[in-house]
């Protein structure tokens, strides 16, 4: 089993800037996928980005540019750094973790962009 836990998520203004953290706990295999999605209200929940264990990353068109993914697989940590927000970008974002077939999701964590 993996557990997530996201933090960092809040008010920021159009323009500004957030940090997302996501520590991953369990059994975390050196391979995992780990990365982040975005989910509003009646909406699916949307690809934001990927890294795997080796740095390769992939992220979504809305965001490339200005989001930026990373890990510290030494603690089991994955980041994503926002910048440039939009009121668009106004999300729950939550963390993700693909090994052995499963996938895992952390609760989620609020950002939201003012205007």
């Known amino acids: 089993q993996v557990q997530l836990v996201e933090s960092g998520g809040g008010l920021v203004q159009t323009g500004g800037s957030l940090r997302l953290s996501c520590a991953a706990s369990?059994?975390?295999?050196?391979?995992?996928?780990m990365g982040w999605y975005r989910q509003g209200p009646g909406e699916q929940r949307d690809l934001v980005a990927t890294?795997?264990?080796?740095?390769?990353?992939n992220y979504a068109d809305s965001v490339k540019g200005r989001f930026t993914i990373s890990r510290d697989n030494a603690k089991n940590t994955a980041y994503l750094q926002m910048n440039s927000l939009k009121p668009e970008d106004t999300r729950v974002y939550y963390c993700?973790?693909?090994?052995?077939?499963?996938?895992?999701w952390g609760k989620g964590t609020l950002v939201t962009v003012s205007p």
């Open positions: 890294i795997t264990n080796t740095g390769r990353t």
């Open positions: 369990g059994s975390i295999f050196s391979d995992a996928v």
């Open positions: 993700y973790c693909h090994q052995a077939y499963m996938d895992y």
